[in-house]
C-alpha cells in the first residue's frame, strides 16, 4: 500500500517547491496542505520544531525540507546511483544552501544604503563564486549536477535558479549556460510542465 502524504507549508514556493518538484516527477499523490499567513500562529505549536515545511507520512510528521527531499529523492530513485553520488548531491545542495543564505541576507536588509553594498557584493564577488563553480559541475556531469542523471540535486537547482531570475532578471544567468539550459531542461519535464501550469500562482 502506498504511503499518504501531506506537505505542509505557506501559499509559496519557498523551501517547499523543490519537494513538489519531486512528487510531480515521480507521478505521486499527496495533499499540498498551503498555511494562510494568519492561521500560523495555530500551526506552529503544531509542527515538530515550530517550522514548515513538514512532511506527514502516514500521519507521521517530518522536518526539515532538504532531509524530506533527500528521503523521498531515495524512495523515487532520484539519488545517484550509489552512496558517492548520494554525497555529492548533498555536497551541492548544501552548497548553493550557502549562495542562497547570503541572498536572503540581501533580501531582508532593511538599510537601503547597506543593502546596495550587499547588492554589489554579492553581483560582483559572491555569485560570480558559486555559479562558476556551479557551471564547472555542470560541464564535468553531462549538463546535470550529479552522475550524467537526474537527481533531486537538479531541482534544487532549478526552483533556485527561477528565484534567482525574479531577483536579478532574466538576463542574470547569460553568463553561466549551463544553469540556464539545465533549468530549462528541468522546467521542460512533462510533468513538471503540469505542475507548473496548476500550481498556485505565488511571488517566490
Request: charged fraction near 30%; aromatic fraction near 14%.
Amino acid at each position: 500500500m502506498a504511503p499518504a502524504y501531506k506537505l505542509i507549508y505557506f501559499n509559496a514556493r519557498g523551501k517547499a517547491e523543490h519537494i513538489r518538484f519531486i512528487f510531480a516527477y515521480a507521478g505521486v499523490d499527496y495533499v499540498d496542505e498551503r498555511i494562510p499567513k494568519e492561521k500560523w500562529s495555530h500551526y506552529k505549536s503544531r509542527m515538530p520544531y515550530g517550522m514548515v515545511p513538514v512532511l506527514e507520512i502516514n500521519g507521521k510528521q517530518v522536518a526539515q525540507s532538504n532531509a524530506i527531499a533527500r528521503y523521498l529523492a531515495r524512495q523515487y530513485g532520484l539519488a545517484g546511483k550509489d552512496e558517492w553520488e548520494s554525497l555529492q548531491c548533498d555536497v551541492l545542495v548544501d552548497t548553493l544552501s550557502d549562495l542562497k543564505q547570503a541572498l536572503f541576507q540581501y533580501r531582508m536588509e532593511p538599510d537601503p544604503l547597506r543593502k546596495d553594498e550587499r547588492k554589489q557584493t554579492l553581483l560582483k564577488e559572491t555569485i560570480p563564486f558559486f555559479l562558476d563553480k556551479f557551471e564547472k559541475v555542470l560541464e564535468e556531469n553531462g549538463g546535470f549536477s550529479v552522475g550524467g542523471a537526474l537527481t533531486w540535486t537538479d531541482f534544487v537547482f532549478a526552483v533556485s535558479l527561477e528565484n534567482f531570475e525574479l531577483i536579478f532578471g532574466k538576463e542574470s544567468l547569460d553568463h553561466y549556460p549551463k544553469l540556464k539550459a539545465l533549468k530549462d531542461k528541468v522546467f521542460s519535464l512533462p510533468r513538471i510542465q503540469e505542475w507548473i501550469k496548476k500550481r498556485p500562482v505565488t511571488e517566490f
